[in-house]
């Protein structure tokens, strides 16, 4: 991991905001810098309204920031690109597309031809263990499940960088648990670059190599903790139970309980 694949550098983002004729300028993020090296898991954690998301959508080209720059792979983004990878909370599945045909849509947007994609989809819904659910439209597939064919139809693309906002939120804990080890497991095989957004202190230690913890008003990094627990992270009962898991796992809790206090008291 010796290459620095995104760098984020002094981002702040700004938003107008009228009210009965009168504008004011709210700040979202405000100097914002990390920078991510290649096959690293990041994930961006903080108390609502931090900017994490925001921060997200400017690395993948969604949102424009109001200064700074951001680069992937030594370009600077100024707006979507192949070289990057969106999953969302809710994979927003087309519902007449079967779960191959909407793993193929973004090699159609991309010009693949049908047979070229055709195979990556499948290779990729295999990758997520939906060989099974291929022909299956989304009414037929559980959150669980639909989540796996957005996180398929992402990796087609074959992006350098995969961004992911709260991309198992909406689950059940039982799915959510079994998807993040999915996610350990596709990481090990692909070697990924992967930005998260999660409230999930849980999943952050257990998946992320490096933790950024924001606050808010404004939205900022309070600290990077980074995560010593070696790869590859197979045993997940063997990690939670674990000194670095827990201590980590703390330090940022109590991090975030500062914040929330301080904010409450403002």
Same mark, same amino acid.
């Given at each position: &991991?010796?290459?620095?694949?995104?760098?984020?550098?002094?981002?702040?983002?700004?938003?107008?905001?009228?009210?009965?004729?009168?504008?004011?300028?709210?700040?979202?993020?405000?100097?914002?810098?990390?920078?991510?090296?290649?096959g690293?898991?990041?994930?961006?954690t903080?108390?609502? =309204?931090?900017?994490?998301t925001?921060m997200?959508?400017i690395? %993948?080209?969604?949102e424009?920031?109001?200064?700074g720059?951001v680069?992937?792979?030594?370009?600077?983004?100024? =707006?979507?690109?192949?070289d @990057? =990878?969106?999953?969302?909370?809710h994979?927003?599945?087309?519902?007449? @597309?079967?779960?191959?045909?909407?793993?193929e849509?973004?090699l159609?947007?991309?010009?693949?031809?049908?047979?070229? @994609?055709?195979?990556?989809? *499948?290779?990729?819904?295999e990758?997520?263990?939906?060989?099974d659910?291929?022909?299956?439209?989304p009414?037929?597939?559980?959150?669980? %499940?639909?989540q796996?064919?957005?996180?398929?139809?992402a990796?087609?693309?074959?992006?350098?960088?995969l961004? &992911?906002?709260?991309?198992?939120?909406?689950?059940?804990?039982q799915?959510?648990?079994?998807?993040?080890?999915?996610l350990? *497991?596709?990481?090990?095989?692909?070697?990924?670059?992967?930005?998260?957004?999660?409230?999930?202190?849980?999943?952050?230690?257990?998946?992320?190599?490096?933790?950024?913890?924001?606050?808010?008003?404004?939205? @900022?990094?309070?600290?990077?903790?980074?995560?010593?627990?070696?790869?590859p992270?197979?045993?997940?009962?063997?990690?939670k139970?674990?000194?670095?898991?827990n201590?980590?796992?703390?330090y940022?809790?109590?991090?975030?309980?500062?914040?929330?206090?301080?904010?409450?008291?403002?």
């Amino acid at each position: &991991m010796a290459n620095e694949k995104v760098h984020v550098r002094q981002i702040s983002k700004e938003f107008i905001v009228s009210s009965k004729g009168i504008e004011d300028r709210i700040t979202a993020l405000q100097d914002v810098s990390f920078s991510v090296q290649e096959g690293e898991i990041i994930a961006l954690t903080g108390t609502s =309204g931090c900017g994490k998301t925001t921060m997200l959508r400017i690395i %993948m080209g969604l949102e424009n920031q109001s200064s700074g720059i951001v680069e992937v792979g030594g370009k600077q983004v100024t =707006g979507p690109g192949y070289d @990057r =990878g969106m999953i969302f909370q809710h994979a927003e599945l087309l519902p007449w @597309r079967t779960a191959l045909e909407n793993v193929e849509f973004g090699l159609e947007v991309k010009g693949v031809s049908p047979q070229e @994609r055709r195979e990556a989809a *499948k290779y990729y819904l295999e990758l997520v263990g939906l060989k099974d659910a291929m022909n299956h439209r989304p009414t037929q597939l559980s959150g669980g %499940m639909k989540q796996r064919v957005g996180i398929a139809r992402a990796l087609a693309i074959d992006p350098d960088v995969l961004l &992911m906002d709260e991309p198992f939120g909406a689950l059940d804990a039982q799915t959510r648990e079994t998807l993040q080890d999915e996610l350990l *497991k596709i990481h090990e095989q692909t070697k990924k670059t992967i930005i998260f957004v999660t409230h999930d202190l849980d999943e952050a230690v257990l998946l992320a190599d490096k933790v950024v913890v924001m606050f808010p008003d404004p939205g @900022r990094i309070h600290e990077i903790v980074d995560i010593n627990i070696q790869r590859p992270r197979n045993d997940v009962i063997a990690i939670k139970g674990s000194d670095e898991f827990n201590q980590k796992r703390y330090y940022i809790w109590k991090a975030l309980k500062t914040a929330a206090s301080s904010t409450v008291g403002v």
